[in-house]
Structures are given as C-alpha cells and as structure tokens.
C-alpha cells in the first residue's frame, strides 16, 4: 500500500518558521510531481505548494509565495515545505499529496495519493 507520513508540524509564534516533511512509501514517486496541501477549521482543502518529478519546475498559491518553499530528495522519496515568515492564517492541517503526473499542478485531482496530515499552528 501507498503510504505518505507527515511530520514537523507543531506550535510556532507569527514570524517563526517550520520545516514539514513527507516520507513516502510503498510507491516510488521519483518520476511523479508531489504536492502540499492544507485545510484550516470550516474551510475547504487549498493548494500551497507543488514540485515537478525532478525538481526542477515549482508552483505555489499566492499565500505562499516568497515565504514558502517545497523541495524533494528523490533519493529518500521525500518531499519537504520550508516554511518562513507564519502568521496565524497559516494555522491548518497540512497534508503531502503524491501524483501521477510528472509535473505539479494545483488541481487536487491530479494527486491519487495523500498523507493523513500535520497540524501546524501558528500564534499571534
């Protein structure tokens, strides 16, 4: 089975920063694009962050732009989200999403595989 585990996620102050990181078994996604995705209490899951087969091509929402950044290690089959500058609209579930197609997008349905998510808090 497929199987994505979150982790780093936690309780940090508004301008702290946080590193998650995705570890990805059971599927090799080396040749796939993976994705971040998050989902704050009463709202809908939104994009943040996507990251082609390679590496070599990113796409992030707005609300991540110029403070976020996603990278892969292909080699341990993980992908991470450096986050920097939080404020408390940061404040959500944060969920690693594994494609099948070779580069990312923002649209959810191209992502076949998810993570059971990290919560990442950010106080005021």
């Known amino acids: 089975q497929v199987q994505l585990v979150e982790s780093g996620g936690g309780l940090v102050q508004a301008g702290g920063s946080l590193r998650l990181s995705c570890a990805a078994s059971?599927?090799?996604?080396?040749?796939?694009?993976m994705g971040w995705f998050r989902q704050a209490p009463g709202k809908p899951r939104e994009f943040v962050a996507a990251i082609s087969w390679s590496g070599g091509s990113t796409v992030y929402a707005d609300s991540a732009k110029g403070r976020f950044t996603i990278s892969r290690d292909n080699a341990k089959n993980a992908v991470y989200l450096q986050m920097n500058f939080l404020s408390p609209t940061d404040t959500a579930v944060y969920f690693c999403a594994g494609s099948t197609s070779h580069y990312g997008s923002a649209a959810s349905y191209e992502y076949p595989y998810w993570g059971q998510g990290t919560q990442v808090t950010v106080s005021s």
């Open positions: 059971g599927r090799t996604f080396s040749d796939y694009a």
